[in-house]
């Protein structure tokens, strides 16, 4: 008797589980992941095109970009996420991946600029700064201060112990964790130039390219570079406590709150939305959409998502993604991206 | 100490001595209980400091999300913009944007221009659409009408942007805070309460978004646990009381049921990613998948608060049951079980509560995403609650801020509602044996 009701109740569970999976195949709604950098415009794009076509509003997962291009390059199949953004562009490995895993045809759209700002509280003095400086005051092991091409624990604990014009502050810097992309891109725009800027560490990058990795990408863990995780909102009320430290986050968020924080001026030039835009101030990255072509027969609203991504509307200068606090890319690259999506060009390789 | 008392007669006499003894020692007694007392009051008094202090720091940032700013305009309805064939795709937002240079006129350049489109919401333009769809009588008629204003515009009003602060480091400029004086002035600014915080789904924009879609998804998900943990938990700790024989195998379920209740709850979220996503095939971020996990997550909570209340029906009623000719099952089902029911439910109304309020197993099954459209059934892609707070606590708006508020303010409002029912319940249904 039992033995029959557990039988009975196995059947009842895998035809169950059958039905539910032939109701993903029908799936009517776009699924993305990506970039928590990229989530703000993303989400702004697929609300737009929910009022203003008729098919459902796409499904925005802020995954993180690496996180984002592990669930993209599991396979093609409406189980899997049609299109992944990323705050870089994707890796030679990843899209390897990809095509193992059969997702051969990989549609590449850049979408624009974000700049990554070094800000502190409007109560103190902003900050005229180089990379240098930065490299000097945040990584792990610093260049020997008193000359020689060897490495010595950071012994800098103020402003001024790093570069006598800076002032006399302890070092504190609120700075994303190793998981987000915006540390990938702070460590390979500002401390790798900063490290560059040593002739011997120059030369490490391509003899020795391990080590130079070591000194340039580790930050210090002493205290001075505190990781205050992803939420951008709790590190602007942290800066606004306390008008000594400094935070790392994305332009967006400075752009939204200029009552209370101010950007530093790295190598000389202010975080100023032109200034970015034009490529004046150099801690800038660019953000991507990556979408398999192989969906877009499947899914309904892929290629019309993808188009009003792609229109003046949204990336131009005068678009509604500006609003939000994204930097448009000059007129012939997005000529050239948009001909590129509306042909769904295929990403041969990756340098 | 015992002082052997040395007398002649059988009554004890306490030397004069003794008493000393203890007089002294009884200041210090009642000084040490009394110190004991105040540590007791000191501590509630802390605890309840700080639970003053939560809620009046969330009510204080959240209450202000409950009203939002409104502008009145003077909408009108051309039948050459809203033709017939084209009700839905003409352009509303055009309308707005030629009342309000109606206005203000003299307003030129691209920069100025934007500056007094960007003062109504950019949901205006859909409010116009849903009320000439409704009612096309509406075209070739001039109306007042109220439409939602930007959040920037919603901020000022409320005081939440300071307006002493010098132009360059604000959202709003000196000449969008002249406009909106002209309009306050026209009596065209008013604050109404915020019915879109009710009825919209998630949005980008603070002022359009609302926590509808998450209610509609916490209700689904909740309802699912419900249904299934509820009829397992009891049916588990059932059989574990009454029927389990008493041998190694029960005990270690037993060991492995009070472990389960330990176990950090992203654990359930992992485990739901592998089997019930990639094994079973369900569909993401779905209240189906969700319930699933918090099923697992409730039912220790369950069972052992229904095991609980089992052991606490005296044996004299399963005696009694079984001397008048009841089986153990009729005694069980008939006699037990229904006096075991209250101090089950409120078990399971504990669990439902904390269930309510969990994110982390239901990032991994996908439910923490930017998901717009209410929720139409169990597999419709979905978020809760809790994870709505979460993902507007990210947003940089400051108009956010307020609303990250408010939706706690709900969830705390909702919780409180169910461990009061709990409570209300354990008190009017347990029996005191």
């Not at chain 1, 009701?5 to 059958?18: C, D, H, K, T, Y």
């Not at chain 2, 609303?403 to 347990?430: H, P």
Request: aromatic share 8%.
């Amino acid at each position: 008797m039992f033995k029959k009701v557990a039988i009975v109740a196995a059947g009842v569970i895998l035809f169950s589980s059958a039905q539910m999976a032939s109701a993903q195949s029908a799936r009517d709604y776009i699924s993305i992941v990506g970039s928590s950098t990229v989530y703000p415009f993303a989400t702004v794009v697929a609300e737009q095109f929910g009022k203003t076509t008729q098919y459902k509003t796409p499904k925005i997962e802020s995954t993180g970009t690496g996180g984002g291009f592990k669930l993209f390059c599991t396979g093609v199949g409406v189980e899997h996420p049609d299109i992944t953004n990323a705050s870089r562009r994707i890796k030679s490995t990843e899209l390897e991946q990809c095509q193992a895993n059969g997702v051969k045809e990989v549609v590449e759209l850049k979408i624009g600029y974000d700049g990554i700002v070094f800000a502190n509280s409007k109560k103190a003095e902003p900050l005229n700064i180089s990379r240098k400086d930065i490299f000097l005051a945040l990584a792990k092991d610093v260049p020997d201060p008193n000359g020689g091409e060897n490495t010595v624990p950071n012994p800098y604990k103020t402003w001024k112990d790093v570069n006598g014009s800076l002032p006399d502050k302890k070092i504190e810097v609120l700075g994303p964790p190793p998981t987000s992309g915006t540390r990938d891109a702070f460590v390979e725009m500002v401390m790798e130039e900063g490290g560059n800027s040593f002739d011997w560490i120059k030369a490490l990058s391509k003899s020795d390219s391990s080590k130079y990795k070591g000194i340039c990408h580790t930050v210090r863990e002493d205290g001075a570079y505190i990781e205050a995780g992803e939420n951008d909102n709790l590190i602007v009320q942290k800066l606004d406590a306390n008008p000594d430290a400094f935070g790392i986050f994305g332009f967006s968020f400075l752009d939204q709150n200029t009552d209370k924080i101010q950007g530093a001026l790295i190598d000389g030039v202010e975080p100023t939305f032109d200034a970015i835009a034009d490529g004046s101030y150099p801690v800038s990255r660019s953000l991507y959409c990556y979408a398999k072509k192989a969906h877009v027969d499947v899914i309904p609203g892929m290629k019309e998502y993808l188009d009003e991504f792609a229109s003046e509307a949204a990336w131009g200068p005068d678009g509604y993604l500006v609003e939000k606090g994204m930097i448009p890319m000059p007129d012939a690259e997005r000529e050239k991206f948009g001909a590129d999506v509306k042909d769904l060009k295929i990403l041969e390789s990756v340098e | 100490m015992n002082r052997k008392i040395e007398t002649e007669s059988d009554v004890v006499i306490f030397p004069k001595k003794t008493m000393d003894i203890v007089k002294r020692g009884l200041a210090r007694r009642y000084r040490s209980e009394r110190r004991f007392k105040f540590l007791g009051l000191s501590a509630i008094a802390a605890s309840l400091v700080f639970l003053f202090l939560l809620f009046a720091s969330i009510i204080g940032n959240g209450y202000t999300a409950f009203w939002q700013t409104f502008i009145r305009l003077d909408i009108d309805f051309d039948p050459q913009v809203l033709t017939e064939d084209n009700l839905s795709r003409a352009n509303y937002s055009g309308l707005v944007k030629g009342s309000l240079h109606t206005l203000f006129p003299g307003v030129s350049g691209r920069q100025d221009r934007r500056a007094m489109e960007g003062l109504i919401s950019k949901g205006a333009a859909f409010e116009l659409r849903k009320m000439v769809m409704n009612d096309p009588e509406l075209i070739g008629t001039t109306r007042s009408i109220w439409l939602t204003a930007d959040d920037d515009v919603d901020m000022v009003v409320k005081g939440h942007i300071d307006r002493s602060v010098p132009e360059i480091a604000r959202r709003i400029s000196d000449l969008q805070l002249s406009w909106i004086d002209t309009l306050s002035d026209q009596g065209r600014i008013r604050k109404q309460f915020n019915t879109a915080f009710f009825t919209n789904g998630d949005s980008r924009e603070p002022e359009l978004a609302g926590i509808r879609g998450a209610l509609v998804g916490s209700f689904y998900t909740l309802i699912v646990t419900l249904l299934l943990s509820f009829p397992i938990g009891v049916a588990s700790a059932v059989y574990l009381e009454e029927f389990a024989p008493k041998n190694r195998l029960t005990d270690i379920i037993e060991v492995n049921i009070n472990n389960l209740a330990a176990v950090p709850s992203i654990v359930f979220g992992l485990l739901g990613l592998a089997v019930f996503l990639n094994f079973a095939g369900l569909p993401r971020s779905a209240p189906l998948v969700g319930g699933l996990v918090l099923t697992l997550m409730t039912l220790p909570t369950i069972i052992i608060s229904g095991r609980a209340a089992l052991k606490s029906v005296p044996p004299s009623i399963r005696e009694g049951a079984l001397g008048i000719g009841a089986s153990k099952t009729q005694m069980v089902m008939h006699h037990v079980l229904p006096l075991a029911l209250p101090g089950m439910l409120t078990g399971t109304i504990i669990g439902m509560a904390q269930a309510l309020g969990e994110t982390a197993p239901l990032l991994m099954i996908g439910m923490v995403a930017f998901i717009v459209d209410v929720p139409g059934g169990f597999t419709d892609p979905s978020t809760v609650l809790p994870v709505q707070i979460f993902l507007w606590a990210d947003s940089p708006e400051r108009a956010f801020v307020e609303r990250t508020s408010a939706a706690i303010i709900v969830l705390l409002g909702f919780l409180i509602v169910m461990n009061a029912t709990a409570v209300f319940l354990r008190k009017r249904f347990e029996r005191r044996w």
